[in-house]
DNA sequence: TTATTTAACTTGTATTTACAAGTAAAAATA
DNA sequence: TATTTTTACTTGTAAATACAAGTTAAATAA
């Protein structure tokens, strides 16, 4: 079922001034038209407006000064993922995609893999699937994932487009994450990376590797993901 | 010079519930009370008690929910070396040297910092110093420290070979460090930082841009750091 | 001319009011 | 009993209004 939702009116002005700012009508360093001159173009009040620009100056498009204005920031955005689970809540709500490159499959661990496994997990075997994540229809995340083959019926069939596999996990599965460890290296791309990733070849690339806990004591998330930090950085409070 | 500035309202909520959570009395889970009923505990009106909710939810600390209520989001806080405040404490008792580039030197601050600064910052200055951080005789790190030059009398004539900046600061001027931000690329070495960290030019970098807080709420510490992670690879937990 | 003051304009904080929309539990119905 | 509807309560969106506080440039005074 189509939901012919009613976008809030502060949302369409958002999406209008990110969508300037993108396109470079207002470039780096600018004013914004006051929040005044901002009401009487759009036809809205003062809150609105304001609401408008707050969620613009939450998700860095711009900086807020008191008595001077709204001025436009539009530097390498920010991903959170250092502390956070997966790259859906690092993103926040931006306009995030994901396409598949390999489905999930069951498979072998690799030989040499990234972590050290318990018998229990090389013995279930390896759910497998590559994805790369797009932010703004920029490839940022390329994400291989592993998963132990433990209590996760049906998990191959799954549909992965455009989801979180959190999610996927929390919802069907009841299996939450509760912290992990992460290695981070700076590498250079590899030709299949930078293809997917859309950077031309040796390219910095950041890589993380990661094992995540879940409060199935049991099972583990692997997760092995090459970054393209040319225009995002990856940040991280603490 | 001491400013009793008036704390607006909504900023004050903000701190009694943020303490709240981190204190546990409202954990993880929980519902906070509703918006009506914040308003009547502390005697104010929705739209103020709306912002301090939103700002909580914009730091993470909980999470909104239209009809249900706002849900405490304490996600577990990054530990380990992404978090840990300095280098020395993040590569444990190995073998680390320190050799100083730049010695502390008071200079203005650059004119494109990589972080907004407040006016007193500025005004301040800032106390600039290089410092390359050898593990086992590889250089690993290549620090750059910027401190706003409050209340530090005398700390460009200190001493930091081989020592913690942070064991100065803690010792000397009672400075802890409480937490902080961080941004992370990868990206290629330049020739300076190629030749700092004993890499050939165009290899790829990581490149740390941090923001730490201390326990004097308006200093700073901002560092960036090169890492070499040919060798090593950085690890944390959370 | 130079320094100071003023005025105009900017964003920040806060109240009051109103209705829309989502959620969950109680009440009514089959 | 099981299902559906209603109701109460929650947050979301939006307007109109007021004054505080920071910034900048024009007007004024030295």
């Known amino acids: 079922m189509i939901t012919p939702k009613i976008i809030p009116q502060y949302r369409r002005l958002f999406e209008i001034l ?19 001159e901002l009401c009487q173009l759009y036809g809205m009040t003062r809150p609105t407006v304001r609401q408008s620009l707050s969620t613009l100056a939450n998700e860095g498009y711009i900086r807020k000064h008191q008595g ?14 250092l ?24 498979v072998q661990w690799p030989s040499d893999f990234m972590f050290p ?36 019926p049906r998990i191959t069939s799954r549909q992965f487009e455009n989801r979180s596999l959190f999610q996927i996990l929390r919802d069907h599965y009841n299996i939450e994450i509760k912290g992990g460890d992460q290695r981070i290296k700076a590498i250079t791309a590899t030709s299949k990376t930078g293809r997917l990733l859309h950077l031309r070849k040796e390219q910095p690339v950041l890589h993380l590797e990661r094992k995540l806990e879940t409060n199935n004591p049991g099972l ?8 393209n930090t040319e225009k995002y950085s990856i940040f991280g409070r603490f």
């Open 18 to 36: 990110r969508k300037h700012i993108l396109e470079g009508i207002y470039k780096e360093g600018d004013l914004l038209p006051s929040e005044y």
């Open 220 to 227: 583990f998330l692997y997760s092995s993901i090459f970054c």
């Open 83 to 106: 502390s956070v689970a997966g790259t859906t809540s690092a993103v926040g709500n931006r306009n995030l995609k994901t396409t598949i490159i390999v489905k999930p499959v069951l």
């Open 117 to 152: 496994l318990t018998e229990l997990e090389k013995e279930s075997g390896c759910i497998y699937m590559e994805r790369v994540r797009f932010l703004d229809d920029i490839p940022i995340f390329y994400d291989i994932t592993y998963i132990a083959n433990i209590n996760l």
């Open 68 to 81: 001077k204005g709204s001025i436009v920031h539009n530097l390498p955005r920010e991903i959170g993922i």
